[in-house]
């Protein structure tokens, strides 16, 4: 995987308008936080059960606790889940409009035709 140098990155940000930057940011975390299976298997979890308390998930998929929190912390800070806090317990559960960005930008490579490749002689 490539990584753009600091100087790339500036230039390719300066061409770019500042809510289409926030648009590929918001894309990026949403898509950096889905790309581990354990929290595959979180979001699979509250999916099948709506709302859930943290100690059930780290049951679910099997991972020490410590483990556990770190992964419902990505989601959380990626916007995917919301914890409320019912002392002593978080229950945690989906925020299904977080991901309308990256649903969206998914659709737009979904409808692209790509390109006729000529045939080789």
């Not at 753009?4 to 230039?11: M, T």
């Not at 289409?20 to 975390?29: F, G, K, N, P, Y």
């Not at 889905?34 to 979180?42: D, E, F, K, S, Y």
């Not at 998930?57 to 419902?72: K, M, Q, R, Y």
Request: charged share 25%.
């Amino acid at each position: 995987m490539a990584v753009k140098s600091a100087s790339a990155k500036r230039l390719s940000s300066q061409n770019a308008e500042p809510d289409a930057i926030l648009a590929q940011e918001r894309i990026a975390l949403l898509a950096k936080a889905l790309g581990h299976p354990a929290r595959i298997q979180v979001i699979e979890t509250l999916l099948r059960r709506k709302i859930c308390i943290g100690c059930d998930i780290v049951d679910e998929i099997g991972l020490a606790p410590s483990t556990t929190s770190e992964h419902l912390r990505i989601l959380k800070n990626a916007g995917l889940i919301v914890g409320e806090i019912d002392r002593p317990r978080v229950c945690y559960s989906i925020d299904p409009s977080a991901v309308q960005a990256l649903i969206d930008f998914l659709l737009r490579i979904q409808a692209t035709i790509p390109p006729s490749i000529p045939e080789a002689k």
